[in-house]
């Protein structure tokens, strides 16, 4: 059922369909739509936060100077908007609990 070291959409539609009774369609509808809103909320701008799981932070980095780390050139690097992940406190506590 689950790839190893990979947990994937139908993976959580397939535990949405045994612990809520949900069609398989329906649970895969959930988890679709659960994304599009996250992804909605992130190009509108928004940070989104999942309680007790963590926050996707959008940050906006200013432009800069570079260097290829092979000939030593200066090279620009533009101004862009970066997606990061900050687990929360709980999160962290279960990861390193094993």
Do not use: Y
């Not at 809520?20 to 928004?46: F, Q």
């Not at 932070?57 to 030593?72: H, I, S």
């Amino acid at each position: 059922m689950r790839s190893v070291g990979t947990l994937t959409r139908a993976d959580l539609a397939e535990t949405i369909n045994r612990k809520m009774g949900l069609s398989r369609a329906e649970s895969l509808d959930m988890v679709e739509a659960i994304l599009a809103k996250m992804c909605d909320a992130l190009s509108d701008g928004e940070n989104v936060k999942i309680s007790g799981f963590g926050s996707f932070v959008l940050r906006d980095k200013k432009e800069r100077v570079g260097r290829n780390p092979k000939t030593g050139v200066e090279v620009p690097i533009t101004s862009r908007r970066v997606l990061t992940f900050r687990a929360s406190q709980l999160l962290k506590d279960r990861i390193a609990q094993g």
